[in-house]
């Protein structure tokens, strides 16, 4: 399973917006801002420099609102995260593959509810401490790590089925590098969801890491077969319909 398979069809339109950006998040609202100061400044001045001064801005806002610079993408350069490092991280024989799946005796939309509001995920994901949200898309996560220390990063959702299947992976900057997905599938009258993860990272020490990880009996896979047990637990005891 190669990275892009994570990448599930998704609404071309907000594909193509994602596909575009080349600027930082940080960058995005200081744009915004910048902008909106200028356009404001410009038009109290009843000159010709003031117009333009209000069009500079309205650019600065446009650019902040796409998250797309012409002059970065004629220079090459792309401030984004929203996934070249990703990729070379998990590209060729870097990255580790994982998939488990479980079957539920719940409908698909109470599960994908559950699953969409990523504050929950530590209700059963044994090693996270905290999944804090930031924005719809993006959001902070904490997670124990050996020696009782622990690691952040920041993921975003790249791709979102209602239903169906949600994508994420890490971007610029966090201690952690993966993508994965979620998917729910019904697997007929009387059958339940069956919740399929699939999973892509990079593991500390690389493949020899997570192969010692596996003789411990601590690496991914376990952890998420455990974790998704723990889910169809919760779920199946009607947590969801509390919460």
């Not at 993006?138 to 949600?166: C, F, H, M, Q, Y």
Request: charged residues 25%; contains cysteine.
């Amino acid at each position: 399973m190669d990275y892009m398979e994570l990448q599930f069809p998704e609404d071309a339109r907000e594909a193509t917006i994602r596909e575009g950006r080349n600027i930082s998040e940080a960058e995005r609202w200081i744009s915004m801002a910048a902008g909106a100061g200028l356009a404001a400044y410009g038009l109290t001045r009843r000159r010709a420099g003031g117009w333009v001064m209000a069009g500079l801005g309205a650019l600065l806002v446009r650019r902040g609102m796409s998250g797309h610079c012409e002059t970065y993408k004629m220079l090459g350069l792309n401030t984004a995260g929203t996934g070249e490092d990703t990729r070379e991280a998990l590209g060729g024989l870097a990255g580790v593959n994982v998939e488990e799946s479980v079957v539920i005796n719940r409908p698909i939309s109470e599960l994908y509810r559950f699953w969409r509001n990523l504050e929950n995920l530590p209700r059963f994901m044994s090693h996270l401490e905290s999944v804090e949200r930031i924005t719809d898309t993006l959001s902070r996560w904490r997670a124990k790590a050996p020696a009782g220390t622990t690691v952040e990063w920041n993921a975003e959702i790249i791709n979102e089925v209602a239903d169906r299947v949600i994508g994420w992976r890490s971007i610029e900057g966090s201690d952690v590098v993966s993508a994965g997905s979620v998917n729910f599938d019904d697997v007929g009258v009387g059958g339940g969801t069956r919740v399929r993860v699939r999973l892509q990272y990079s593991p500390p020490g690389g493949k020899i890491g997570d192969a010692l990880a596996r003789l411990l009996g601590s690496d991914a896979a376990t952890r998420i077969r455990q974790d998704l047990q723990r889910f169809k637990q919760l779920v199946e005891a009607g947590e969801t319909a509390r919460t």
